[in-house]
């Protein structure tokens, strides 16, 4: 079956096109799309591009980072000031993915890949959309919550908070191939401190649900508290509360279930 590609200088004609045509599928990096095509994927009979400048573009402020879908993992990896994410950057395959694939893109990767995201989540990011009923920017939450009816909106930027010092964001990925292999469990946890005591814990899990979710439990368990043995076992106990992961080719749902705990423990710890 051809597939036809359009390329637009604009993403707002880009996001028209896409939003225009149930087909039609948008290419930053190609990693997933041009993975489903070469698969055989015959739902794509136009692909759709955009060449707008403003979908690679990186504004940071003290508090908060800017990115746009199209800023590559490599990109990440080469600013200085988007440190906190070059673990998360880093995870992502091998350097050939990491040179083409995107941080728009890696928010429709399907499980056992979307690390990136599980880090976004973890951040509270907002995701910018624009569609045919124009741009609005939705929680990440929601928007994976309804990823699969997104397929019609293009990404525009991610935005989500700059943790307040180096302890504060922690990353972690489970694999059986590093750095490249999908991923076993995905975790990050955001821990802000106010007053010697965690204040807004976000604790998120990939490879644990149909997509990325909060481990909300263990956020409850770790709220209000210092980051002690104490809080860290109550955050591990309940770790797996709420999730519903799938049995694969790299572990079955008990055994992802099992870990969970483990590896959150050793997240919270500062162990490797």
Same mark, same amino acid.
């Given at each position: 079956?051809?597939? /036809?590609?359009? #390329? ?37 009979? /136009? !692909?759709?591009?955009? #060449?707008?400048? &403003? ?9 908060? !980072?800017?990115?746009?879908?199209? !800023? /590559? =993992? ?9 440190? =906190? ?30 690390? =990136?995201?599980? %880090? ?5 990011? #907002?995701?910018? !959309? ?8 939705? $929680? ?16 525009? /930027?991610?935005?989500?908070?700059? $943790? ?16 490249? *292999?999908?991923?076993?469990? #995905?975790?990050?946890?955001?821990? $802000? ?6 204040? *807004? ?13 909060? &481990? ?17 076992? %109550? ?9 519903? $992961? %799938?049995?694969?080719?790299? *572990? ?21």
């Amino acid at each position: 079956m051809p597939v /036809t590609v359009k #390329t637009f200088a604009n993403f707002g004609e880009a996001a028209s096109a896409l939003s225009s045509d149930r087909s039609a599928r948008y290419l930053g990096g190609g990693t997933l799309v041009m993975r489903a095509l070469n698969e055989g994927d015959i739902s794509i009979s /136009t !692909v759709v591009r955009a #060449t707008d400048q &403003a979908l690679a573009r990186i504004d940071v402020a003290s508090s908060r !980072v800017t990115i746009g879908a199209g !800023v /590559t =993992f490599a990109r990440i990896l080469a600013e200085r000031e988007l440190a =906190f994410l070059h673990a998360p950057a880093r995870s992502i395959g091998g350097p050939a993915v990491r040179n083409m694939g995107t941080v728009g893109g890696n928010l429709f990767a399907p499980n056992p890949y979307g690390d =990136f995201t599980v %880090a976004l989540l973890a951040l509270d990011a #907002t995701v910018s !959309v624009q569609g045919g009923l124009g741009a609005r920017d939705m $929680p990440i939450e929601e928007f994976l919550q309804s990823r699969e009816r997104q397929s019609g909106a293009l990404v525009l /930027t991610v935005s989500c908070q700059r $943790p307040a010092s180096p302890d504060a964001f922690r990353y972690r990925k489970i694999a059986r191939i590093k750095p490249k *292999g999908g991923s076993v469990i #995905t975790l990050a946890a955001h821990l $802000p401190v106010s007053g010697g005591r965690i204040s *807004g814990a976000r604790i998120a899990l990939g490879s644990m649900a149909a997509t990325q979710v909060r &481990a909300r439990a263990a956020e409850r368990a770790l709220e209000g508290r210092s980051l002690d043995d104490s809080a860290i076992n %109550a955050a591990a106990a309940v770790a797996a509360e709420g999730v519903s $992961p %799938a049995d694969n080719a790299l *572990g079955s749902a008990w055994y992802r279930r099992e870990i969970v705990g483990v590896h959150l423990r050793r997240l919270l710890s500062g162990l490797e």
